[in-house]
Structures are given as C-alpha cells and as structure tokens.
C-alpha cells in the first residue's frame, strides 16, 4: 500500500511531535512549522517503507490534527481528502 503525507500547516501548533517521531520525514522551518522534507510538503512523494510506521505514529499523536496521510497523492494541498487515512 503507497502512502503519502502533508502537513496542513496552517493548523500546525509547532510542538515537536511529528519530529520526534518520525525524523527522517518532516522537519521545521524557521518559524517551527512542521513540513515533509521528501517533497517540500506537496504530499505527492511515496512515504519511503522503512518510515511508514513512524509516519502512522506522527499521525495518531499529532495533537492539531495537522498531519495527513493518504493512500494517493495530496498534489500540494492537505485538504483534498474529506476522510483522511488512517
């Protein structure tokens, strides 16, 4: 199963969390915001294998509801999907 992640930004509340769990995915610009380093945050680069639990983990824990991770590409933009994978 591909699996695809974002960050919707304009909900992040920079706590570290997604980060913490799952270092090789997301990183923070300079104002703590939370973005996926593979793609810039366009959410359209496959999640690699060896990190798609940890992005299911940054999922559950993210506190704001900001990450997202589906099973086909957001092409730039976190809310194209009603129901978000879980």
Known sequence: MPLFTIVNRETCISCGSCGDLAPDVYDYDEEGLAFVMADDNRGCVKVEED???DVQDAFEECPSGSIRIAEESFEGD???F???TS
């Open 78 to 80: 976190p809310d194209k």
């Open 82 to 84: 009603e129901k978000v």
């Open 51 to 53: 990190f798609i639990e």
